[in-house]
């Protein structure tokens, strides 16, 4: 292999010719012989060129999974669902570092029936796995599970009690205290038999199954059938069932119709995590959720995490539902259809939700997901041992003399080059600490570099000089009146509002141990030029790129790469999205006030008429580019009031809001 080809891409790539074209399954692997990645393809061989792209146009965590691999290999099977089934066995059994791990957030209570015992049990546990078990759920709480089946045992009355109380009870002839009590109905009470007993479990689960409405019409017309010939015992009896059926379904909120079973999956995800919420639909009506968290090694596409999630949300405890919707269809759906096909016993159809009901309960499903993901987030970052360690491995990272323990973020934002601003958001300890957080505004810019060296300039301006210098208060002062708005997120003020210069010295006047930037080489080089034009020595500096996380330093030919999971990128990932956060709010709230400001300035425009006008076109911009008739065609602005609205908005030296 020639020198130039070892520098492009790895030693061990195959020859193309020696990679079949047909569907198959492939798997990386370390010196060690240890699969690192396992991976499903259609065309095996146009699936692995990918990897032996280039190494500098490879993803740079699929440049380091590729450099870390000594050997790949592949094994040619006869349809894609063979590839799907071959994966996901040699996923579980072999557990790869760099597929997606999921990892539930919590255990889920199930509903149980013990149909192995001879006289079978309903009861509610966590645990899985029970030999002979028939699962239903999982159920967002313990409660509600618990709440269910004291209604169910109403309607259908079979055994509650534990086993050692019903063998001891059968031995003795002496019902248990749940039998005394009226709240186990076993054999062990004396009420029925053994085969009567097992009659009342096969049409509990047989309505766990179904949960058909229709008996609560059937309960009704039994109850009133007994009463028409006096036999008000059984009538009594029929209408406690009845209550209890009348409950059940009322407590199960009705989100489709009746006949309608179908499985949501809700995906919110990022460049590390995502997060995944599913309803399980049955009957029309919502039986159960569940929500977990995946953790991504590799930063794949929607698709392809999709194909995953659906893959192992399925098992011994939970069967697909008729119809599966997902935010995107993968790749290989019709293969993964008969995949689930083949767990159901049934045809699946796995689709996504354009519109109705079904697109209405996706949103749902997502939002949840996306606050389940939020959650994941700010549980990592507010642990003490976990902030710890990430400040710790941030600092070894870096090459860090000491711990970062105060972090300064600074994002730059604007409106197709008007309205620049920019955030600085504080982390001390690795937490937000939002009363040092500040905004700046900045009149002119060329492009987001130049943005941040002037934000970074004004900001070390405070630390180059000695305490005490008024004149360079004054000045620094001076030059940014006006445009350092104050550090209250809620606030709308500006040069008005700027705080004086000592509160300004002040609030400035924290020394930070790592500057980070949102951007990659061009950013970083900006700001290590104003740090270097400030005279401020002993502070470090380093920029974070979203699109691949990397974390760069000032005049570094290659990036840190922190790993996928870390601690460290993960602290990393929420200074940068809160100072992004931080920049878009001020952005919005400074765009909002400049149009309210042009247009209350005319005559005869009061709020409520700015209100309209803003919300029929949206922008000043656009209402610039209408005509009289157009404007006049809008709530509560008559052809008179129109002319002036236009004259105005086009008299001379009056322009657009930047």
């Not at 699936?47 to 380091?64: C, G, V």
């Not at 049955?282 to 991504?296: A, F, L, P, Q, Y």
Request: charged share 30%; hydrophobic share 40%; net charge neutral.
């Amino acid at each position: 292999m020639t020198t130039a080809l070892s520098r492009d891409t790895v030693p061990y790539r195959p020859k193309p010719g020696e990679i079949p074209t047909g569907p198959g399954v492939y798997r990386f692997r370390d010196a060690d012989r240890r699969v690192l990645y396992v991976g499903k393809a259609k065309n095996l061989r146009a699936r692995l060129s990918n990897y032996f792209a280039p190494l500098y146009s490879l993803h740079e965590r699929t440049r380091r999974m590729v450099l870390s691999a000594a050997s790949v290999e592949w094994t040619v099977v006869a349809s894609d669902v063979e590839a799907l089934n071959l994966e996901i066995t040699w996923i579980n059994e072999l557990k790869p570092p760099f597929n997606v791990r999921f990892k539930d957030d919590k255990s889920y209570p199930y509903l149980v029936v013990t149909l192995a015992d001879e006289a079978p049990r309903a009861m509610v546990s966590r645990k899985r796995g029970i030999p002979g078990a028939r699962y239903f759920g999982p159920y967002p709480k313990m409660w509600a599970v618990t709440d269910m089946l004291e209604i169910l045992i109403k309607l259908f009355p079979i055994r509650t009690c534990k086993d050692s109380d019903y063998r001891r009870a059968m031995a003795t002839g002496k019902p248990c205290f749940a039998g005394q009590i009226g709240r186990c109905f076993g054999p062990c009470s004396g009420r029925v038999t053994v085969e009567e007993h097992r009659a009342n479990v096969d049409r509990f689960v047989a309505f766990m199954q179904n949960q058909d409405p229709r008996i609560v019409r059937d309960l009704e017309r039994e109850m009133h059938a007994s009463s028409a010939v006096l036999d008000y015992e059984s009538a009594a009896r029929k209408r406690d069932q009845l209550q209890a059926a009348t409950a059940f379904f009322e407590k199960s909120a009705v989100v489709l119709g009746d006949r309608v079973d179908l499985d949501v999956f809700g995906i919110e995800h990022d460049e590390l995590a995502a997060a995944v919420h599913l309803f399980m639909v049955r009957g029309g009506r919502i039986r159960g959720e569940r929500s977990w968290t995946v953790d991504k090694e590799l930063d794949v596409p929607l698709g392809e995490l999709v194909d995953v999630v659906v893959q192992n949300a399925y098992g011994d405890d939970l069967t697909p539902a008729r119809e599966v919707v997902v935010p995107e269809l993968p790749d290989d759906a019709e293969a993964l259809e008969t995949w689930l096909g083949g767990l159901a016993g049934r045809n699946v159809t796995l689709r996504v939700a354009q519109r109705g009901a079904k697109a209405q309960l996706l949103a749902t499903a997502t939002q949840n997901a996306k606050q389940s993901l939020m959650l994941y987030k700010t549980r990592r970052s507010a642990d003490f041992t976990t902030r710890s360690r990430a400040l710790e491995d941030i600092q070894e990272a870096l090459g860090m003399a000491d711990a970062p323990l105060r972090i300064e973020c600074y994002d730059v934002s604007h409106l197709s080059g008007t309205n620049i601003v920019a955030s600085m958001v504080v982390f001390e300890d690795g937490l937000a600490r939002k009363d040092e957080y500040r905004r700046f505004t900045i009149p002119s810019s060329t492009d987001d570099t130049d943005s941040i060296h002037q934000v970074l300039t004004r900001r070390l301006a405070y630390l180059a000089r000695p305490a005490g210098d008024e004149a360079s208060d004054q000045a620094v002062a001076g030059a940014g009146a006006g445009r350092d708005a104050p550090n209250d997120d809620t606030q709308n003020g500006d040069a008005a509002d700027v705080p004086v210069v000592s509160e300004r010295r002040k609030k400035f006047a924290y020394r930070p141990n790592l500057l980070v930037v949102d951007g990659g080489q061009p950013q970083v080089a900006a700001a290590a030029r104003a740090l270097e034009e400030s005279g401020v020595e002993g502070i470090y500096l380093c920029g974070i790129a979203k699109r691949l996380e990397e974390i760069w330093t000032p005049e570094a030919d290659f990036p840190v790469i922190l790993p996928r999971n870390s601690d460290a990128l993960f602290l990393f990932q929420r200074v940068r999205d809160e100072a992004h956060r931080f920049a878009i709010t001020h952005q919005r709230q400074r765009r909002k006030r400049d149009i309210s400001t042009v247009l209350s300035e005319i005559p005869g425009l009061g709020p409520a008429r700015v209100r309209e006008l803003l919300k029929h076109f949206g922008s000043v911009k656009r209402l610039r580019g209408a005509g009289e008739t157009e404007i006049a065609e809008v709530k509560g602005i008559g052809p008179s009031l129109a002319a002036t609205v236009h004259a105005h908005l086009h008299a001379d030296g009056v322009s657009a809001p930047r």
